[in-house]
């Protein structure tokens, strides 16, 4: 019956416990540097687990997944460095030169299009916590709605 008294007309018990229920309602409004940090890592380490998990869940597609990186690594990379040998190519032979250049154009445009493959294939193998950023920029490279008409 004192305490509710005390409510009413403001005793020190009552206003230090306004005072606390007021204080935590705002901390509880404001995400400081550190919680925004905590949260970021504690996001992290799971988008890590769920990968993880997805990895182990499918362990027998290994060697169909490393056979189908290795097919877009070798046509990038061929595409590559072919258009870098016509390219080079001709500036020696002067007869040939235009036609050379157009053949490393071509290779160089077509590379584009594998280029969106490669890059989910290095994000799938070296990013693949942060996998979610490279599909979206992968497959638009890969489509070709990311290029500039």
């Known amino acids: ?9 403001g ?18 409004l404001v ?3 550190q919680e925004k940090a905590e949260s970021a890592a504690k996001e992290r380490a799971e988008a890590g ?3 993880v998990g997805w990895m182990e869940r499918t362990q027998g597609q290994h060697l169909a997944r490393r056979f189908i990186a290795m097919v ?3 046509i990038w990379a061929v595409q590559y460095v072919l258009a870098m040998i016509l390219d080079a ?9 235009d036609g050379l250049v157009k053949t490393a154009d071509n290779i160089r445009n077509g590379g584009d ?5 490669m ?18 920029t992968a497959m638009n490279k890969f489509s070709g709605s990311g290029k500039e008409k």
């Open 72 to 74: 877009v690594t070798i």
């Open 119 to 136: 890059m989910l294939v290095l994000g799938f193998y070296f990013a693949a916590p942060h996998l979610d950023k490279v599909v979206g």
């Open 31 to 33: 995400f400081t540097d």
């Open 113 to 117: 299009q594998v280029t969106g493959a």
């Open 1 to 9: 019956m004192l305490g509710l008294f005390g409510k009413i007309f």
């Open 49 to 51: 687990q769920m990968v």
């Open 89 to 97: 190519v001709s500036i020696w032979v002067v007869e040939y030169s």
């Open 11 to 28: 005793s020190e018990k009552a206003l230090s416990g306004t005072i606390n229920a007021v204080t935590s309602g705002l901390d509880s």
